[in-house]
């Protein structure tokens, strides 16, 4: 059965720091790229950040760069989002996606809640 858990939501407030994690299995998480996307109240889904099979090249949307990391450990089957400096606008609903592209598979988590906010 696969599964992607997200963990580490919350409240923060402006400029704090939050670790998103997400916990793979009933699949070859060495196989697929990984992808955190969210999704704030109205609005369409928007990616946030990717990583490939090997954790070797990442991208990044421009209204994250700088600020959030994305990474692996394929030793724990955990793709991780690392958040620093969130603003209001980060408040979203944060969906942990497990692709490989050549083969048509897209593996979802059910998401975990980001607010940010005084």
């Known amino acids: 059965q696969v599964q992607l858990v997200e963990s580490g939501g919350g409240l923060v407030q402006p400029g704090g720091s939050l670790r998103l994690s997400c916990a793979a299995s009933?699949?070859?998480?060495?196989?697929?790229?990984m992808r955190w996307y969210r999704q704030a109240p109205g609005k369409a889904r928007e990616l946030v950040a990717s990583i490939t099979s090997s954790g070797g090249t990442t991208n990044y949307a421009g209204s994250v760069k700088g600020r959030f990391t994305i990474s692996r450990d394929n030793a724990k089957n955990t793709v991780y989002l690392q958040m620093n400096s969130l603003k209001p606008e980060d408040t979203a609903v944060y969906y942990c996606?497990?692709?490989?592209?050549?083969?048509?598979?897209?593996?979802w988590g059910q998401g975990t809640q980001v607010t940010v906010s005084s």
């Open positions: 996606n497990a692709e490989r592209g050549s083969y048509g598979i897209n593996y």
């Open positions: 009933g699949f070859t998480f060495t196989y697929f790229g």
